[in-house]
C-alpha cells in the first residue's frame, strides 16, 4: 500500500516571501500521478498542481511550482511571492496510474500554512 | 452541472440514529468517490463508483455504511447507528474517465459535516 508524509504540521511566511512544504510518499509502483490540494477554513478541497510520474519536468501553475524528485521519493510544493490568500491546509496527495482515473487518492496528513502580512 | 453538488452541508444525527449523505457529481463524470475527512485532517477513502456500479469498496467499514449511485438520482452514502467515531467531515468527488488522459484530477465538493451527539 502507498503512503503519503508531511513532516511539517505547520509552517509561515511572510507575504511576498517564497515558502516550501515537504511531501515524501512511498510505492512500489512505477507510474502514478501526485497531486497538492489547498483547503481554506470553507473547507472546500482545491486543486493546486499535479504531476505524472514519468514527466521529468517539473509542474508549475504561476506561483505555485513543485521539485519532484522519483528516485527519492519527494515531491515539495513552492509557493512565491506568498499572498494572504495562500493561508490554508495543503495536502499532498498520491493516485495510482493502474486503473486509470479511478483510482483513490491517498493524502498526507496536511501542512497548515500561515501567511504574516 | 458543473461542480459537485452536496447535501446537505450539516446534518446532526443522535447516536444510533441514521444518516444519509447525497452527492451530485459533475455531468459527465463517471466516477464517483467518498472519503472522511476525521477531526485531525485525515482523509480515509471510503468507496468509489464507476457509473452505478462499485469500483472499489475497500475502505468502507460494511457493517454500519453503505452507498448507492443509481442512475439519474444522486450518489448516497448511508449510515445505520452511527456512533460518535462517525463525527467527520464526509467529502464527496467526482472525475471524467478518458481514454487518452488518464492523468484526471478528482474534483471535490463542499463536503457534509456530520456531527452525532
Known amino acids: 500500500a502507498q503512503t503519503v508524509t508531511q513532516s511539517q504540521p505547520e509552517m509561515s511566511v511572510q507575504e511576498a516571501e517564497t515558502v516550501t512544504l515537504s511531501c515524501t510518499y512511498d510505492?512500489?509502483?512505477?507510474?502514478?500521478?501526485l497531486f497538492w490540494y489547498k483547503q481554506p477554513p470553507s473547507r472546500q478541497m482545491i486543486l493546486v498542481i499535479r504531476?505524472?510520474?514519468?514527466?521529468?519536468q517539473n509542474a508549475t501553475e504561476n506561483r505555485f511550482s513543485v521539485n519532484f524528485q522519483k528516485a527519492a521519493k519527494s515531491f515539495s510544493l513552492k509557493i512565491s511571492d506568498s499572498q494572504l490568500g495562500d493561508a490554508a491546509m495543503y495536502f499532498c496527495a498520491y493516485r495510482s496510474a493502474v486503473e486509470t482515473s479511478g483510482s483513490r487518492l491517498t493524502f498526507g496528513e496536511g501542512t497548515q500554512l500561515t501567511v504574516n502580512p | 452541472g458543473e461542480e459537485v453538488a452536496q447535501t446537505p452541508k450539516h446534518l446532526v444525527r443522535g447516536e444510533g440514529q441514521k444518516a444519509k449523505l447525497y452527492c451530485a457529481p459533475i455531468?459527465?463524470?463517471?466516477?464517483v468517490f467518498w472519503y472522511q475527512q476525521v477531526l485531525k485532517n485525515e482523509f480515509k477513502f471510503l468507496i468509489s463508483?464507476?457509473?452505478?456500479?462499485?469500483?472499489?469498496e475497500t475502505g468502507m467499514p460494511k457493517e454500519r455504511f453503505s452507498a448507492k449511485c443509481l442512475p439519474n438520482s444522486p450518489c448516497s452514502l448511508e449510515i445505520q447507528a452511527t456512533k460518535l467515531e462517525d463525527s467527520a467531515v464526509y467529502f464527496c468527488a467526482s472525475s471524467l474517465w478518458s481514454a487518452r488522459f488518464s492523468n484526471q484530477p478528482q474534483h471535490f465538493g463542499d463536503g457534509t459535516r456530520l456531527s452525532i451527539l
Open positions: 455531468k459527465g463524470h463517471s466516477y
Open positions: 463508483f464507476q457509473n452505478e456500479n462499485v469500483f472499489d
Open positions: 504531476q505524472e510520474a514519468y514527466k521529468q
Open positions: 510505492t512500489s509502483e512505477s507510474d502514478y500521478y
